[in-house]
């Protein structure tokens, strides 16, 4: 496909009306964006929707800090299976909950019993298998009518610990149009529900009570709160049998600092608060599902239920991973396994049959790529700095402290190489070509040679338009600078260089070439000699004798491996006139390969010239 095609606009998008109104008064000079025929009148804010209530006294959670990991609660089983298009089989859902409790959730939520036979069934697999470890607790979901609290009951029997979790809408929309019921009324459904909960519990002493007041964010406060501490009560909820009450952002309707007021507000109001787990569930219909959830750790919450990398309805639950991984970030254990994160994502996306992006936080294919020069410069020097610190304390790389630009976590610590780090491009620089060249390769670029390069590569991406891959990079520098010494007009053979006194070498050789005065017309060649304060300056005054003058103006070798059997890389740069030319070199033998690099550079500029 030609460049034009790809970028070409499909002749069924929609038209765009583009924005054409007034620029509102007294907009800055420098922002002359005009209103737009969005029909944004229909919405209200969230401040008209809901009352937010805050203390008195003032915020604490602005002032806080998250310093451990709330109690995780994956709800991938129940919740997110709901939201896939094909939910999970049997052997599906064993996979997920296996990979959960490996990870180290200790709870989880294993189903909606009553909402379907294979849920039902699920449960019943976990609960005569033997499949939950004796530290881990099931939960289990249902809506506060009494058959299906009484089917979600007997799903569970046998197992030794769960949590029954109990749900009803309470915001006033929810009320009207979908229940139908007055706050009383409600109020009084999800009483009866709980009666029978505690009753059925009477013969599970293992249970514990969980409820939901969905749409809680949308939700009047002084009614959540009636609720709630109506069903601490009836459930006699102590401190060694807490009762959960989870509040959750069913759809997100503000900025993430008005749900943490909202959560703020119950934690400093709930009865028998020591008797209580505040939980949160925070959807991501705004993009914010993560803020929502940190920020209302800081608010009081002390449980979070969201999915693996956010599946769920319409934009999703919160999502796990990122929560617990951006914990790591901040030096706090997340109580949490994520050592082998590929093998977590390719669970997942096998069990949802929906694939995790690219640029997902932390585990997307692209999320620890650099194609930028300046981020790969900065990346190579942070690696390098990384190595030098490790070296200093005295401990493995994987061991120190962390501090490489743009990447705020090592791929290491969740089981990725370093190989798609720094990956090249059309809008790449010399740092990222000479990082891949030297981790692949062994290659260390002189500085002038990585910007003599970087313009080869820049012009091979720029023809191909495609990502250069390590192996790409080596062929053209193979090409570019090592070859000339075998395929260039001239070529060097039967020679030796000697030390005949201190200080003074000599250089012999047999030189060849096409009729260009430095040999004859049909290649037969001549020998050459020269002498020299060392071999390549005996090399150089060897060819000064046959017409190849040579400056050798920078030099430069080293050896690609550990061991002394690794190969040696020469570089040089010579230079005639006003031009110079790199060139370079590859042997077991450091003199071999110096010569070598003179010979290619001297090539390099016959070519060029010619």
Same mark, same amino acid.
């Given at each position: 496909m030609t460049a034009s095609a790809a970028m070409a606009v499909p002749a069924a998008a929609p038209a765009l009306r583009t924005p054409a109104g007034p620029v509102p008064a007294g907009a800055p000079w420098w922002n002359p964006q005009r209103g737009s025929a969005m029909p944004f009148h229909r919405y209200r804010p969230a401040r008209e929707r809901v009352e937010v209530r805050t203390n008195p006294e003032g915020r604490q959670w602005p002032s806080r800090q998250i310093e451990r990991a709330p109690l995780w609660v994956p709800v991938d089983l129940r919740d997110g299976n709901q939201a896939l298009a094909e939910p999970m089989d049997p052997a599906r859902k064993r996979r997920m909950f296996d990979?959960?409790?490996?990870?180290?959730?200790?709870?989880?939520?294993?189903?909606?019993?009553?909402?379907?036979?294979?849920?039902?069934?699920?449960?019943?697999?976990?609960?005569?298998?033997?499949?939950?470890?004796?530290?881990?607790?099931?939960?289990?979901? %249902?809506?506060?009518?009494?058959?299906?609290?009484?089917?979600?009951?007997?799903? /569970?029997?046998?197992?030794?610990?769960?949590?029954?979790?109990?749900?009803?809408?309470?915001?006033?929309?929810?009320?009207?149009?979908?229940?139908?019921?007055?706050?009383?009324?409600?109020?009084?459904?999800?009483?009866?529900?709980?009666?029978?909960?505690?009753?059925?519990? $009477?013969?599970?002493?293992?249970?514990?009570?969980?409820?939901?007041?969905?749409?809680?964010?949308?939700?009047?406060?002084?009614?959540?709160?009636?609720?709630?501490?109506?069903?601490?009560?009836?459930?006699?909820?102590?401190?060694?049998?807490?009762?959960?009450?989870?509040?959750?952002?069913?759809?997100? /309707?503000? %900025?993430?600092?008005?749900?943490? $007021?909202?959560?703020?507000?119950?934690?400093?109001?709930?009865?028998?608060?020591?008797?209580?787990?505040?939980?949160?569930?925070?959807?991501?219909?705004?993009?914010?599902?993560?803020?929502?959830?940190?920020?209302?750790?800081?608010?009081?919450?002390?449980?979070?239920?969201?999915?693996?990398?956010?599946n769920g309805e319409r934009t999703g639950n919160v999502d796990l991973v990122t929560l617990a991984l951006n914990l790591h970030t901040q030096g706090v254990d997340p109580m949490l396994d994520f050592s082998d994160i590929d093998a977590i994502r390719a669970t997942v996306e096998h069990c949802n049959r929906l694939p995790v992006p690219g640029r997902h936080p932390y585990v997307g294919d692209l999320v620890h790529t650099a194609y930028?020069? %300046?981020?790969?410069?900065?990346?190579?020097?942070?690696?390098?700095?990384?190595?030098?610190?490790?070296?200093?304390?005295?401990?493995?790389?994987?061991?120190?402290?962390?501090?490489?630009?743009?990447?705020?976590?090592?791929?290491? $610590?969740?089981?990725?190489?370093?190989?798609?780090?720094?990956?090249?491009?059309?809008?790449?620089?010399k740092g990222g070509i000479a990082y891949l060249l030297k981790d692949r390769y062994g290659l260390d670029l002189p500085p002038a040679l990585r910007a003599d390069f970087s313009r080869i590569v820049q012009a091979a991406a720029d023809d191909s338009g495609e990502e250069i891959t390590a192996k790409a990079l080596w062929d053209l520098f193979d090409a570019a600078y090592l070859a000339p010494a075998d395929r260039g007009p001239l070529t060097l053979t039967g020679w030796r260089a000697v030390e005949a006194a201190p200080g003074r070498h000599e250089f012999t050789g047999i030189l060849r070439g096409p009729g260009d005065g430095a040999g004859g017309r049909d290649g037969g060649g001549r020998t050459i000699t020269g002498t020299g304060n060392g071999p390549l300056s005996a090399l150089a005054g060897a060819l000064a004798t046959a017409g190849v003058p040579v400056h050798i103006e920078h030099y430069a070798e080293h050896a690609t491996g550990p061991g002394p059997d690794s190969p040696a890389v020469a570089y040089v740069r010579i230079r005639s006139g006003e031009d110079g030319w790199w060139g370079a070199g590859q042997d077991t033998s450091v003199l071999t390969a110096s010569v070598r690099s003179v010979l290619s550079a001297v090539n390099r500029a016959r070519a060029d010239r010619s």
């Open positions: 990979v959960q409790v490996a990870m180290g959730f200790k709870e989880i939520e294993v189903g909606y019993p009553s909402a379907s036979r294979a849920d039902f069934d699920f449960v019943r697999h976990l609960a005569d298998s033997g499949a939950v470890p004796d530290d881990v607790t099931a939960v289990v979901f %249902t809506a506060a009518r009494a058959d299906l609290i009484e089917r979600t009951f007997a799903s /569970i029997a046998g197992l030794p610990r769960a949590v029954v979790h109990l749900y009803t809408a309470t915001a006033p929309v929810w009320r009207e149009v979908v229940i139908r019921r007055e706050r009383a009324e409600l109020r009084s459904l999800v009483e009866e529900a709980a009666t029978l909960m505690a009753r059925l519990a $009477d013969r599970a002493p293992g249970v514990r009570f969980q409820f939901s007041p969905e749409v809680f964010n949308l939700t009047e406060p002084d009614f959540v709160l009636e609720v709630c501490n109506g069903l601490t009560a009836l459930w006699d909820a102590s401190p060694d049998r807490p009762v959960v009450h989870n509040l959750p952002a069913t759809v997100e /309707i503000a %900025t993430p600092n008005v749900y943490a $007021d909202q959560i703020e507000y119950m934690h400093r109001h709930l009865d028998r608060r020591d008797a209580v787990i505040l939980s949160v569930h925070p959807h991501n219909d705004r993009g914010t599902g993560v803020a929502c959830a940190e920020l209302a750790l800081l608010a009081g919450a002390q449980r979070v239920e969201g999915c693996l990398f956010g930028s020069g %300046t981020h790969q410069d900065a990346i190579k020097k942070g690696f390098e700095h990384h190595a030098r610190r490790a070296a200093e304390l005295g401990v493995p790389a994987a061991r120190a402290p962390w501090d490489v630009p743009y990447l705020p976590i090592d791929p290491a $610590d969740l089981g990725r190489d370093y190989e798609a780090v720094i990956r090249v491009n059309s809008q790449s620089g």
